[in-house]
């Protein structure tokens, strides 16, 4: 039996006037910069620091100091590590990076949940012994750029979940001093980023999954049609 007009539109007057509960929605970029380990998430206690930086997207980047490690190691000294939301797809890594003055330290170690506390990170396959940046294969020093792994021939590095939830990331460093304005991971970003930095709202907390009351609506007229 289906529902006239009449009534859909008093049931929807009805929910509306009652707030719908929003829907989730998902996350296609997910972006970790200095605010966000520090309003969000939780760095070492030495070798690295928060650095004022007026070339970085909100004026604050990572800087490492010191506690480099190759290969990577399982109880690093110098790290910072966020929790975030995800859905259970793959996506791409980009680093919005800068080496420090005239040299070629470029690269980390992305290492995804269960990897944390162990030696073992995320990189391309063709090359795992590199880790992730390698920017000053192809770019100068002192300046911002978009890396994911850049020795030639460059490869896009990506992290695929299985579950949709919670996920956590800790960065240790493979060669110092560079600094870190932004990580990026995105579902559809397989081609370098622009030279800008990615726009994004650096008080958000990405352990919060983005939710839509737009999409909550159009789902509860959806079903009502087919009553």
């Avoid at 006239?4 to 707030?19: D, Q």
């Avoid at 109880?75 to 420090?100: C, G, H, L």
């Avoid at 750029?145 to 996920?167: C, N, Y």
């Amino acid at each position: 039996m289906r529902t006239s007009v009449l009534l859909i539109g008093t049931i929807l007057s009805f929910s509306i006037g009652m707030a719908l509960p929003d829907a989730a929605v998902g996350v296609t970029n997910i972006v970790i910069s200095a605010e966000t380990v520090r309003d969000f998430g939780e760095m070492s206690p030495e070798n690295i620091g928060i650095v004022k930086d007026k070339d970085a997207s909100n004026g604050l980047v990572l800087g490492w100091t010191g506690g480099a490690n190759n290969p990577a190691i399982a109880a690093p000294t110098a790290w910072f590590k966020v929790e975030f939301f995800a859905d259970a797809v793959e996506y791409f890594i980009w680093v919005r990076v800068k080496s420090a003055g005239d040299t070629s330290t470029d690269s980390l170690w992305f290492q995804f949940d269960d990897q944390i506390g162990t030696d073992k990170h995320t990189a391309a396959k063709d090359a795992p012994d590199r880790g992730i940046g390698n920017w000053r294969d192809v770019f100068d020093a002192g300046v911002y750029v978009w890396a994911s792994q850049d020795v030639p021939p460059p490869m896009v590095v990506s992290i695929k979940f299985t579950e949709r939830g919670l996920h956590k990331l800790l960065v240790q460093p493979r060669q110092v001093p560079h600094f870190i304005d932004q990580v990026l991971l995105s579902k559809d970003q397989d081609e370098r980023p622009d030279d800008e930095p990615w726009p994004w709202n650096p008080a958000r907390d990405p352990r919060v999954l983005p939710v839509d009351s737009r999409g909550k609506l159009a789902a509860t007229w959806a079903r009502l049609k087919n009553l």
